[in-house]
């Protein structure tokens, strides 16, 4: 399988991966850092990202994080993707703050 | 008789976005066994030692996680009482009908403050585990297929008030408190694991802000031995591990943390204390919580911690 240019637009890196894996899969196996990684399958939404250039495959992504127009958008998560062009990506997810200090706030408020 | 009341938990459904896929997993992957579909399209599940008709249930649908979580309890008349009970307490009852879900009977379903649905049952058909009421074999040959887990343990719940959930499992359905963890003001549980048995958990909670989230939904295995085999079961077919094979200093379980393919998180579990309703609960505090839930590398872990469905 061919191989694709994947750029990161918001720290500038780029890497080449295999088309038959996902984005996420594809940075992750390189050692690569920018996307944050949560479940892997589409249902969490962590790792939602714009594609801003560049064609793909994609599989179903829970309505939860990614609406109708999102998905029209281009707004989509990054282990549902799969390149069949070089891509350029922003990252749109991000991971749930630390857990200790985001409930202590939680329950301090109430 | 010792158990009564709620016996243990029967059945759990779950969402899923590609529900072959998802049946592929479940059946091969982890090794359940399949046990019918009805037409909602829902799939049902039974581990290999389970005898009643089914434990986990998927359906297709554009969100992933939980639909529902549900405990067997010891007769109708329990059910009945229970279903009063709740009333009472100022909750709202559903009953839904018996062959609703296959193979099961009444159901009587309430929200908890945590947002979750929760069901109590009390009939299931008994189809099985393959071997004999009389005389029995040790174990089938489905043992071996896949992870292969004994049953479906425990499922862990975020959600917001999990004081008001904690207490209608005490006050109303006879469960006990077996371990917490407590923030920093020595007051508020950030989670807390409660059993209806002589399980370390049948159930736990951490406080969450969205309602009606689930961390996991666990299954025992019988060994560390088999819980370093459902390692290299994922391995081999690239299953996403969360975490481990690692263990909690919370209920002492050795465990892998995974997603499925929706990114439903699942549990592969071992281990685990005896309790009893005369237990002291055990008490974690957060400058020591990282060893409470990872035992070994004593960190607390972002995906872990955050990523919920």
């Not at chain 1, 390189?30 to 793909?56: A, F, Q």
């Not at chain 2, 059910?79 to 009908?97: C, H, M, N, S, V």
């Not at chain 2, 489905?142 to 992870?147: D, S, V």
């Amino acid at each position: 399988m061919s191989n694709y240019l994947i750029t990161i637009e918001d720290s500038g890196e780029s890497y080449r991966q295999r088309g038959e894996r996902n984005l996420l899969e594809g940075m992750a196996a390189l050692g690569r850092k920018g996307i944050p990684s949560g479940c892997c399958g589409g249902g969490c939404g962590v790792c939602k990202v714009e594609i801003v250039s560049g064609s793909y495959r994609k599989r179903a992504m829970s309505r939860a994080h990614v609406s109708a127009e999102d998905e029209a958008q281009h707004r989509v998560l990054a282990c549902r993707i799969w390149p069949t062009s070089d891509l350029t990506l922003k990252v749109l997810g991000k991971m749930g703050k630390n857990l200790c200090r985001e409930r202590g706030g939680e329950a301090s408020r109430s | 008789m010792a158990l009564t009341g709620v016996l243990r938990p029967g059945h759990v459904q779950m969402r899923v976005l590609d529900l072959e896929e998802s049946v592929k997993f479940y059946r091969d992957v982890v090794g359940l066994v399949e046990t019918g579909r009805d037409k909602q399209g829902r799939v049902y599940f039974k581990t290999w030692d389970e005898r009643d008709h089914n434990s986990f249930i998927i359906r297709q649908a554009a969100t992933a996680g939980l639909d529902f979580y549900a405990f067997k309890v010891a007769d109708k008349a329990t059910l009945d009482k229970f279903d009063a009970d709740l009333r009472a307490y100022g909750l709202k009852t559903e009953r839904i009908a018996a062959g609703d879900l296959l193979e099961t009977g009444e159901r009587v379903r309430f929200q908890i403050p945590t947002g979750h649905l929760i069901e109590l049952y009390a009939e299931k058909t008994d189809v099985g585990n393959g071997l004999s009421y009389l005389n029995p074999e040790a174990w089938t040959g489905l043992a071996e297929k896949g992870i292969a887990p004994i049953r479906m343990d425990h499922i862990l719940l975020y959600g917001p008030d999990i004081d008001g959930a904690r207490k209608i499992f005490e006050d109303v359905l006879g469960f006990y408190l077996v371990e917490h963890v407590v923030l920093e003001d020595d007051k508020t549980d950030l989670a807390i694991w409660l059993s209806c048995s002589t399980k370390a958990h049948d159930l736990a909670f951490v406080r969450h802000p969205e309602p009606g989230k689930v961390h996991h939904v666990a299954f025992q295995l019988e060994s560390w031995e088999r819980v370093l085999r459902a390692a290299d079961i994922m391995a081999m077919n690239k299953v996403n591990i969360d975490i481990g094979p690692t263990r909690h200093g919370i209920t002492r379980g050795t465990t892998i943390y995974a997603f499925d393919p929706s990114g439903n998180r699942f549990e592969t579990y071992c281990g685990g204390y005896a309790s009893y309703p005369d237990w002291q609960p055990i008490k974690w505090t957060m400058d020591e919580v990282g060893r409470g839930i990872f035992y070994h590398n004593r960190k607390l872990n972002d995906t872990f911690l955050t990523v919920v469905t």
